[in-house]
């Protein structure tokens, strides 16, 4: 499990476990910090997918199957003991609605609350166009890349750091390709509660078509920033103090 799950700080005896999925071409730095972040309630993981850090030589993953059998094998156990919470970022969120719709079709287990952050309604014109990562060329990327920022820019200036990360944003991306979302959608619907998570400053990500995947309760947060809002101290105080409310509130 320790591939592909992260778990830094580990609390045994939390309420409930928080799963982050990071975003395209990401890691696990950032998240795994939040271990500490979170109070005692809460045992924070982070999924590390192949293809990086210590998976680097690992290859990587094909289909959006594979991803979310991948991380099943390596949670189902500990999912199984008690409530969790799904975080995922961008990217990270398609991944987390995929794993979370295998989990209650196929276990039936289902999050006691879902976080979706920065991520595009999946029929929407911004998420089809995702859709052609493999006709972008290295450069497009590395200038999208660099205009959502979250990206320092040491990394940017090393050459083989920058190939790495523009080859692991493309394979990210082309997961989704590989995954209905529409047929998912239609089959599969959450009772638990869904939080959509968007910085202001960034083009409309229409939150509000996230919020038919559920019959429990929905609220959508803007907050300062663009695409990774999430990174600025002020709004990651909110993101924490938020998801912990909302946690213990639903493990109650």
């Not at 690992?58 to 409530?83: C, G, H, R, Y």
Request: aromatic share 10%.
């Amino acid at each position: 499990m320790e591939k592909a799950i992260v778990r830094p700080y580990k609390r045994p005896n939390a309420l409930c476990r928080l799963i982050c999925f990071p975003w395209a071409g990401g890691g696990t730095s950032h998240f795994a910090q939040w271990g500490k972040l979170f109070g005692n309630s809460i045992e924070v993981s982070v999924v590390r997918l192949p293809g990086r850090e210590s998976r680097a030589k690992e290859p990587f993953a094909k289909d959006m199957t594979a991803v979310i059998n991948d991380i099943t094998n390596a949670l189902l156990k500990d999912l199984q003991e008690k409530p969790f919470a799904f975080f995922g970022h961008s990217f990270g969120a398609y991944i987390s609605y995929a794993v979370a719709v295998h989990l209650k079709e196929k276990h039936g287990l289902e999050p006691i609350h879902l976080f979706l952050s920065g991520v595009y309604a999946p029929h929407s014109e911004a998420f089809l166009l995702m859709g052609k990562v493999n006709e972008v060329k290295d450069e497009d990327i590395l200038e999208h890349v660099k205009f959502l920022g979250g990206t320092p820019s040491e990394f940017l200036n090393n050459e083989d750091i920058r190939k790495h990360l523009i080859l692991t944003v493309r394979k990210d991306v082309s997961i989704l390709q590989t995954y209905s979302f529409e047929k998912a959608e239609k089959k599969t619907i959450f009772s638990c509660d869904v939080t959509c998570f968007d910085g202001s400053e960034e083009t409309v990500h229409d939150a509000e078509a996230w919020l038919s995947i559920t019959r429990g309760d929905t609220s959508i947060y803007s907050l300062p920033g663009a695409h990774f809002y999430l990174l600025e101290p002020a709004n990651e105080i909110f993101l924490i103090k938020h998801i912990t409310k909302c946690i213990e509130n639903a493990a109650l």
